[in-house]
């Protein structure tokens, strides 16, 4: 590896990412480290090391490595290299069989799953990035011959330079957090060097479902593979009669994979994760076998409408990470036929539209009951009035499924308690991240678990 362990060397931000790099650095014979984080506090600092508060001495280093949860524009005075833990694994990686997830919402779904079919092929890889698992934690255990599963989001991916995945995803994509990027074109930006970079003999898979994931492909210079749960590619994966099938290219036959009626995950636009999965473990000369295996098997991430258990007839649905409005009208989707649904909705702002959220649930017949908690509830119950508004009536949903107060979980809970009736759905989908009342969305799903694992038990 061409990098100088003896520089003087600067990590910006401390969380989990800055501290598997700061062991490995040592690790690798590193001395000279200095830590730069606002947040941290005086108990977490590591011990024989440099810290400051703030980013006011960053000429102090000659490498400084930006933790993703730091924007660039606190660091814009620095003079020296500028790399991430995200780009110096590009640039100094063993390997090139790195497959790259990325997308507004399901690129934590899809990388899993396409851990979970390399898992059932025998076939060993790694699965790291965003997900929660650094690339330093495994990094020495790397071959020529790994392959790597990254889902990258767009603070990771904004400063890659030089290259891409070999294997690149783009799901379907919409702005999102736009109260930390300048606008959605930066955001978009951030998003499309997952195929800016990529070259002949690079694969860019992309949601055909999708206008921005398909005008992006154009970017790649490898080759392109749509993936579709409506329409057919003449390139890629898509939903035929229901069934997943590939099409590797031009005049190759189509290959089943599975029937759709064999996906354990809920909710039709999972399609859209299952397809690219499949077309990129396809990609990597995995078995049809291996990959229906799988699919089969793969049962979903925590906090993403996840099941929760049954209490006196009413079924419970985590969805804490469900975080923008699009994620929820999805989980919304899912639950299309059932008799009655029962919402939890609000948060912290990420600067979300909710127009369109309030349209849809305007025009949901089975809507029994809407919850709102946090900063973001009255901005949400605004945009479905709103929409209730403006249909002049012709919207099914009734005005007395409102529930105004700006209540906690536990209250909502109880009142869940009082007015749930066997064949409910309860669905915690906050459409707003969690930062007015939790940790982060993880936090807000645990006490949610809690709560159920509580409901209907005696005082």
Partial sequence: MDFDFRKPIGIAGFGTEGKSLFGWLQKHGAEDITVFDENLLAEQRPEGVRF???????????????????????????????????????EFSPTRHVIGVTGTKGKGTTSSLIASIFEKSGKKAFLGGNIGTPVFSFWDEITEESTVILELSSFQLMDLEERSPHIGILLRTSSEHLDWHKDSGEYRRAKE????????????????DDSVATESSLLSGGEKYGCSKNER???????ENGKIVVKAGEGEPLQEILPVSDIQLLGDFQLENVTAAVMATFLSGISAS??????RSFRGLPYRIEFRGEKRGIRFYNDSFATIPESTIAALSAFKDVPSVMIILGGSSKNSDYRELGKYIAGMKNMKRLFFFGVTGPEIEKSVQSALADSGGRAEMSQNVFDSKNASLEEIMEKVRIIGEKGDIVLLSPASASFDLFKNYKHRGNVFNALVEKFGKKK
Avoid: W
């Fill in 193 to 208: 060097t997952i195929f800016c970079h990529q070259e002949k003999g690079d694969s860019a898979v992309y949601s055909a």
């Fill in 52 to 90: 400051f508060p703030d980013f006011r001495n960053l000429d102090s280093v000659e490498v400084l490595f930006r933790s993703p949860g730091v924007n660039p524009e606190k660091l814009r005075k620095f003079s020296g290299k500028m790399t991430s833990s995200t780009r110096f694994f590009f």
């Fill in 290 to 295: 291996s990959i229906r295996d799988g699919v």
């Fill in 233 to 239: 590619q003449e390139k890629g994966c898509f939903v």
